[in-house]
Protein backbone atom coordinates (compact mmCIF):
# COMPACT_ATOMS: atom_id res chain seq x y z
CA UNK A 1 0.00 0.00 0.00
CA UNK A 2 0.80 3.96 -0.62
CA UNK A 3 1.64 5.66 2.14
CA UNK A 4 2.86 9.53 2.75
CA UNK A 5 4.06 10.74 5.95
CA UNK A 6 4.56 14.49 6.99
CA UNK A 7 6.13 14.21 10.41
CA UNK A 8 5.37 18.00 11.63
CA UNK A 9 2.04 19.71 11.16
CA UNK A 10 3.69 23.06 11.23
CA UNK A 11 6.68 24.67 10.81
CA UNK A 12 7.89 27.79 11.73
CA UNK A 13 10.50 30.18 10.06
CA UNK A 14 11.65 33.83 9.77
CA UNK A 15 11.76 35.55 6.65
CA UNK A 16 14.72 34.96 4.40
CA UNK A 17 15.52 31.98 6.72
CA UNK A 18 16.08 28.74 4.74
CA UNK A 19 13.41 26.42 5.14
CA UNK A 20 13.04 22.62 5.07
CA UNK A 21 9.18 20.73 4.64
CA UNK A 22 9.68 17.00 5.36
CA UNK A 23 8.35 14.50 3.64
CA UNK A 24 8.74 10.18 3.91
CA UNK A 25 6.66 7.92 1.43
CA UNK A 26 6.26 4.35 0.98
CA UNK A 27 5.24 2.98 -2.07
CA UNK A 28 6.16 -0.53 -4.07
CA UNK A 29 8.67 -0.12 -6.97
CA UNK A 30 9.67 3.47 -8.43
CA UNK A 31 7.67 6.04 -6.99
CA UNK A 32 6.51 9.46 -8.65
CA UNK A 33 6.19 12.16 -5.90
CA UNK A 34 4.65 15.70 -6.00
CA UNK A 35 4.51 18.65 -3.76
CA UNK A 36 1.66 21.09 -3.83
CA UNK A 37 0.48 24.19 -1.85
CA UNK A 38 -2.44 25.66 -0.60
CA UNK A 39 -3.35 28.77 -0.32
CA UNK A 40 -5.89 29.94 2.17
CA UNK A 41 -9.80 30.12 0.26
CA UNK A 42 -8.36 28.20 -2.71
CA UNK A 43 -7.62 25.07 -4.49
CA UNK A 44 -4.37 23.17 -4.22
CA UNK A 45 -1.87 24.52 -6.99
CA UNK A 46 1.27 22.15 -8.72
CA UNK A 47 4.75 22.85 -7.28
CA UNK A 48 6.80 20.53 -8.51
CA UNK A 49 7.35 16.55 -8.90
CA UNK A 50 10.27 14.11 -9.19
CA UNK A 51 10.29 11.28 -12.17
CA UNK A 52 13.33 10.03 -13.02
CA UNK A 53 17.07 10.66 -13.10
CA UNK A 54 18.29 13.92 -11.12
CA UNK A 55 17.51 13.93 -7.17
CA UNK A 56 17.56 17.58 -6.82
CA UNK A 57 14.38 19.07 -9.03
CA UNK A 58 12.97 22.94 -9.34
CA UNK A 59 9.48 23.83 -9.33
CA UNK A 60 7.42 27.34 -9.01
CA UNK A 61 8.42 30.14 -6.83
CA UNK A 62 12.34 29.05 -5.81
CA UNK A 63 11.15 26.08 -4.32
CA UNK A 64 13.16 22.69 -4.87
CA UNK A 65 13.00 18.85 -3.85
CA UNK A 66 15.53 16.44 -3.01
CA UNK A 67 14.40 13.04 -3.85
CA UNK A 68 16.34 10.40 -1.21
CA UNK A 69 16.01 6.59 -2.32
CA UNK A 70 17.81 5.22 0.63
CA UNK A 71 15.98 7.41 2.75
CA UNK A 72 12.46 7.52 1.16
CA UNK A 73 12.24 10.71 1.33
CA UNK A 74 11.37 13.91 -0.70
CA UNK A 75 12.00 17.13 1.92
CA UNK A 76 11.06 20.31 -0.02
CA UNK A 77 13.34 23.44 0.48
CA UNK A 78 13.39 26.87 -0.43
CA UNK A 79 17.09 28.93 0.20
CA UNK A 80 15.75 32.00 1.69
CA UNK A 81 11.66 32.07 2.53
CA UNK A 82 9.20 34.47 2.21
CA UNK A 83 6.19 35.70 4.03
CA UNK A 84 3.75 34.63 1.09
CA UNK A 85 5.16 31.49 1.55
CA UNK A 86 3.06 30.89 4.29
CA UNK A 87 0.75 28.32 3.46
CA UNK A 88 -0.46 24.71 3.72
CA UNK A 89 1.84 22.24 1.41
CA UNK A 90 1.04 18.42 1.07
CA UNK A 91 3.42 15.82 -0.67
CA UNK A 92 2.07 13.57 -2.49
CA UNK A 93 3.13 9.69 -4.21
CA UNK A 94 1.90 8.02 -6.82
CA UNK A 95 3.30 4.17 -7.83
CA UNK A 96 4.98 3.68 -10.87
CA UNK A 97 2.32 0.96 -12.66
CA UNK A 98 1.33 0.40 -8.93
CA UNK A 99 -1.00 1.12 -6.87
CA UNK A 100 -4.06 1.64 -8.97
CA UNK A 101 -2.61 5.01 -10.27
CA UNK A 102 -4.32 6.78 -7.64
CA UNK A 103 -2.17 9.66 -5.63
CA UNK A 104 -2.17 9.46 -1.98
CA UNK A 105 -1.11 13.00 -0.03
CA UNK A 106 0.40 12.92 3.20
CA UNK A 107 -1.10 14.95 6.02
CA UNK A 108 -0.10 18.37 5.15
CA UNK A 109 2.49 20.55 7.11
CA UNK A 110 1.23 23.98 7.93
CA UNK A 111 4.44 27.06 7.09
CA UNK A 112 4.40 30.26 8.79
CA UNK A 113 7.00 32.90 7.50
CA UNK A 114 7.22 35.32 9.89
CA UNK A 115 8.34 38.95 9.06
CA UNK B 1 -7.70 27.65 -20.95
CA UNK B 2 -10.66 26.50 -18.08
CA UNK B 3 -9.59 24.76 -14.81
CA UNK B 4 -11.36 22.35 -13.23
CA UNK B 5 -14.94 23.45 -11.79
CA UNK B 6 -16.80 22.27 -9.16
CA UNK B 7 -20.30 23.03 -8.25
CA UNK B 8 -21.41 24.32 -5.82
CA UNK B 9 -18.83 26.11 -4.35
CA UNK B 10 -20.84 25.73 -1.22
CA UNK B 11 -23.55 23.22 0.26
CA UNK B 12 -25.48 23.47 3.46
CA UNK B 13 -28.00 20.57 3.99
CA UNK B 14 -29.65 18.93 6.94
CA UNK B 15 -28.82 15.73 8.09
CA UNK B 16 -30.52 12.98 6.56
CA UNK B 17 -30.72 14.44 2.89
CA UNK B 18 -29.23 13.73 -0.11
CA UNK B 19 -26.30 16.07 -2.18
CA UNK B 20 -24.85 15.53 -5.21
CA UNK B 21 -21.53 17.58 -6.19
CA UNK B 22 -20.65 18.22 -9.48
CA UNK B 23 -16.97 17.89 -11.20
CA UNK B 24 -16.75 19.13 -14.49
CA UNK B 25 -12.73 18.50 -15.31
CA UNK B 26 -10.41 20.24 -18.10
CA UNK B 27 -11.58 19.35 -21.48
CA UNK B 28 -9.51 16.10 -22.80
CA UNK B 29 -8.30 14.97 -19.04
CA UNK B 30 -9.61 11.33 -19.10
CA UNK B 31 -8.85 11.18 -15.31
CA UNK B 32 -10.59 12.19 -12.79
CA UNK B 33 -10.05 11.97 -8.79
CA UNK B 34 -12.69 12.52 -5.66
CA UNK B 35 -10.91 13.36 -2.50
CA UNK B 36 -12.36 14.86 1.15
CA UNK B 37 -10.37 17.15 3.16
CA UNK B 38 -11.95 17.69 6.83
CA UNK B 39 -11.15 20.89 8.56
CA UNK B 40 -7.69 20.72 9.49
CA UNK B 41 -6.84 17.47 8.10
CA UNK B 42 -4.92 15.92 4.84
CA UNK B 43 -6.63 14.98 1.55
CA UNK B 44 -8.87 11.28 1.62
CA UNK B 45 -8.88 9.84 -1.49
CA UNK B 46 -12.02 8.47 -2.27
CA UNK B 47 -12.60 7.42 -6.09
CA UNK B 48 -10.91 7.88 -9.26
CA UNK B 49 -11.82 7.50 -12.59
CA UNK B 50 -10.32 6.69 -16.08
CA UNK B 51 -12.38 7.67 -18.65
CA UNK B 52 -16.16 6.59 -17.35
CA UNK B 53 -14.99 3.79 -15.23
CA UNK B 54 -14.11 3.57 -11.63
CA UNK B 55 -11.21 1.25 -11.23
CA UNK B 56 -10.41 2.38 -7.41
CA UNK B 57 -13.40 2.93 -5.20
CA UNK B 58 -11.37 1.94 -2.15
CA UNK B 59 -11.48 5.56 -0.19
CA UNK B 60 -15.76 5.74 -0.57
CA UNK B 61 -16.50 5.88 3.09
CA UNK B 62 -19.24 4.07 3.28
CA UNK B 63 -22.34 2.88 1.01
CA UNK B 64 -23.77 5.78 1.32
CA UNK B 65 -21.27 7.72 -1.25
CA UNK B 66 -21.60 6.81 -4.79
CA UNK B 67 -19.94 8.69 -7.75
CA UNK B 68 -20.65 8.23 -11.41
CA UNK B 69 -18.82 10.15 -14.97
CA UNK B 70 -20.59 10.26 -17.80
CA UNK B 71 -18.86 11.11 -21.63
CA UNK B 72 -15.49 11.09 -20.11
CA UNK B 73 -16.65 14.33 -19.17
CA UNK B 74 -18.69 15.53 -15.71
CA UNK B 75 -18.74 13.76 -12.48
CA UNK B 76 -21.48 13.73 -9.55
CA UNK B 77 -20.34 12.35 -6.67
CA UNK B 78 -23.55 11.60 -4.78
CA UNK B 79 -23.85 10.74 -0.51
CA UNK B 80 -27.07 9.76 0.71
CA UNK B 81 -28.76 10.03 4.10
CA UNK B 82 -25.89 12.70 4.69
CA UNK B 83 -24.11 12.43 8.47
CA UNK B 84 -22.11 15.54 10.65
CA UNK B 85 -18.99 13.69 10.10
CA UNK B 86 -19.74 14.01 6.14
CA UNK B 87 -19.07 17.97 6.49
CA UNK B 88 -16.08 18.45 4.47
CA UNK B 89 -14.34 20.16 1.85
CA UNK B 90 -15.08 17.87 -1.46
CA UNK B 91 -12.22 18.14 -3.87
CA UNK B 92 -12.12 16.98 -6.90
CA UNK B 93 -9.08 16.81 -9.92
CA UNK B 94 -7.94 15.87 -13.16
CA UNK B 95 -5.50 14.78 -15.34
CA UNK B 96 -4.77 14.17 -18.88
CA UNK B 97 -4.67 10.16 -18.23
CA UNK B 98 -4.15 7.90 -15.02
CA UNK B 99 -0.46 6.16 -14.72
CA UNK B 100 1.36 9.09 -16.19
CA UNK B 101 3.38 11.31 -14.25
CA UNK B 102 1.01 14.44 -14.75
CA UNK B 103 0.15 16.60 -12.00
CA UNK B 104 -3.39 16.81 -10.38
CA UNK B 105 -5.37 19.58 -11.47
CA UNK B 106 -7.52 20.84 -8.63
CA UNK B 107 -10.76 22.30 -8.76
CA UNK B 108 -11.51 24.87 -5.65
CA UNK B 109 -13.78 22.40 -4.12
CA UNK B 110 -17.15 22.66 -2.45
CA UNK B 111 -17.54 23.24 1.15
CA UNK B 112 -20.31 20.75 2.61
CA UNK B 113 -22.09 21.48 5.70
CA UNK B 114 -24.28 19.22 6.91
CA UNK B 115 -26.51 20.59 9.93
Known amino acids: AQSVAQPEDQVNVAEGNPLTVKCTYSVSGNPYLFWYVQYPNRGLQFLLK??????LVKGSYGFEAEFNKSQTSFHLKKPSALVSDSALYFC?????????????FGAGTRLFVKA | GAGVSQSPSNKVTEKGKDVELRCDPI?????LYWYRQRLGQGLEFLIY????????KSGLPSDRFSAERTGESVSTLTIQRTQQEDSAVYLC?????????????FGNGTRLTVT
Open chain 1, 50 to 55: YITGDN
Open chain 1, 92 to 104: AVRGVNTGGFKTI
Open chain 2, 49 to 56: FQGNSAPD
Open chain 2, 27 to 31: SGHTA
Open chain 2, 93 to 105: ASSPRTGDNSPLH
